[in-house]
């Protein structure tokens, strides 16, 4: 068997491949919204299908939310597992998309051809990497080098809720030598990499209910107190005016870099004002004493995702609402306990709660940041077969975002997990207009093969 081969089937079955994707990408499986439960069956019912046609053994698991898609095939050591999510996010505001974002197509942009839809890099385009790449391998050499589980879920976007019980219940099946994890991102245009640190995420929704209705903000305007007033001083108190999180305790667990660490991420020369200026910005707005690099990767965060209250239509209405709300996330670095950080933070609002009024909280997600495990001899071999493909050296980095599976590999099966992926900065994941570059898509299944013949 020959790596080239595989690699030349890769380029010449591109055309088809793509269509597979545009095929999946039709598919609005979108699983925060339960309006779209069947699609997500839809899709997991379209994986299925795909990888059986690889000839692997492969079911769609029912959970209580949307469905897994689990599937083996091959055989020999090592065992690999590819990991990837088949749901997307929501498209609103669907106005400012410049297509469907359910009817992709491959459009010519002034930095290449691109992949457009929702889904195409988050995480379709990526989940299908892999897919391709076994593919090819089989078309080239009958049979996969090493055997390999595929799993896929369908409620990342959500949180992964039954994630945790389900890897419990079936972690025989489950374990591998290592997972793999197609979902992050390049270091820039030409660099692909291997993301290292992962940051945790919890979720916070506070809602703050003054008068018992909604009230004529002339007749009790400045007598009443009004929930939006509240809620904006507690927004306006989270962070102190060098850029710290002001809720007590927020700190602990938060490590410094160390210096070989800091001299990698120095070796990056990332370039701060062209990241913000893509998207029309140009100061950090972080701590102060802190590189733009650390605020992404290996800093905590407090954003405020959403608010809600009083009349936000056309023209303007005098009301002094009954109710207001945001939603708050973190994002989690170190040891940061997402649990202590809940009562903590929960504690500080009802502290700053007027007599008159009363708070609620729902909480969402909570997941610890993740440390992967370099010392896996598979990191050096893949960090071998990325730079075999790609202009520059694969890099070791940091990830903002977070991907709640990634931990749980190690702590529920005991495996370690590598992250590797092709989207871009300026992708737009979770953003009208979407998009995955097809160099990210073509390039990313030949860096599979590559993969997949280094560690077999
Ligand atoms: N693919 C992303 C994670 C990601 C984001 C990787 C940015 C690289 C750069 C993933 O699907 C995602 O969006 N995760 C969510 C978490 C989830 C619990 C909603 C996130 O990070 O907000
Ligand atoms: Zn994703």
């Not at 200026?277 to 690099?293: F, I, N, Q, T, W």
Request: hydrophobic share 35%; net charge negative.
């Amino acid at each position: 068997m020959s790596l080239d081969t595989v690699l030349a089937r890769i380029d010449a079955d591109l055309p088809q491949a793509t269509e597979r994707l545009l095929n999946l990408l039709r598919i609005p499986s979108i699983s925060t919204d339960p309006a779209y439960k069947d699609n997500c069956q839809e899709a997991a019912d379209w994986l299925v299908a795909d990888l059986a046609s690889l000839g692997a053994q492969v079911e769609k698991r029912p959970t209580p939310g949307h469905p897994m898609v689990v599937g083996h095939i091959g055989e020999g050591a090592p065992h690999l597992l590819f990991y990837g999510h088949y749901d997307v996010q929501p498209v609103d505001p669907l106005e400012l998309w410049d297509r469907d974002p359910f009817d992709p197509q491959i459009e010519e942009t002034d930095k290449g051809k691109v992949i457009r839809g929702r889904g195409a890099s988050d995480d379709k385009g990526q989940l299908m990497t892999f897919v391709e790449a076994c593919r090819a391998w089989i078309a080239e050499n009958g049979s996969l080098p090493c055997k390999i589980t595929f799993f896929f879920e369908g409620e990342e976007e959500s949180g992964s809720p039954s994630l945790i019980p389900f890897m419990k219940d079936n972690a025989e099946e489950l374990k591998s030598d290592i997972a793999l994890i197609c979902d992050t991102g390049m270091f820039g245009e030409e660099t692909p990499a291997i993301v290292t640190m992962l940051r945790g995420l919890l979720g916070e929704e506070v809602t703050i209910t003054g008068p018992s209705k909604d009230l004529h903000s002339g007749m009790y305007g400045g007598v009443a107190m009004n929930p939006i007033r509240v809620l904006a001083k507690v927004i306006a108190g989270l962070h102190d005016a060098t850029g710290r999180i002001t809720i007590p305790g927020f700190y602990d667990g938060v490590p410094e870099l160390t210096d070989e660490l800091k001299a990698q991420w120095d070796g990056l020369n990332f370039d701060a004002g062209s990241f913000l200026g893509e998207v029309g910005l140009g100061e950090p707005a972080g701590e102060k004493d802190r590189s733009a690099l650390e605020m992404i990767w290996s800093r905590p965060t407090c954003e405020v995702n959403g608010i809600k209250g009083g009349y936000t239509g056309d023209g303007f209405k005098t009301v002094l609402p009954s109710k207001a709300s945001a939603k708050i996330s973190f994002r989690l670095v170190g040891q940061q306990d997402p649990h202590a950080i809940r009562e903590n933070f929960r504690e500080m609002v009802r502290a700053q709660i007027p007599e008159d009024c009363t708070v609620d909280f729902h909480g969402h997600g909570a997941s610890p940041a993740g440390q992967m495990e370099t010392g896996d001899p598979a990191f050096e071999a893949a960090r071998t077969a990325l730079s075999d493909e790609w202009p520059q050296p694969a890099a070791f980095i940091g990830c903002g975002g977070s991907i709640p599976i990634a931990g749980y590999f190690k702590t529920i099966l005991g495996t370690d997990a590598m992250l590797i992926g092709f989207g871009k900065d300026d992708d737009q994941i979770h953003s009208p207009n979407e998009k995955y570059d097809l160099t990210s898509f073509h390039k990313g299944i030949r860096s599979w093969a590559r993969i997949l013949d280094a560690l077999s």
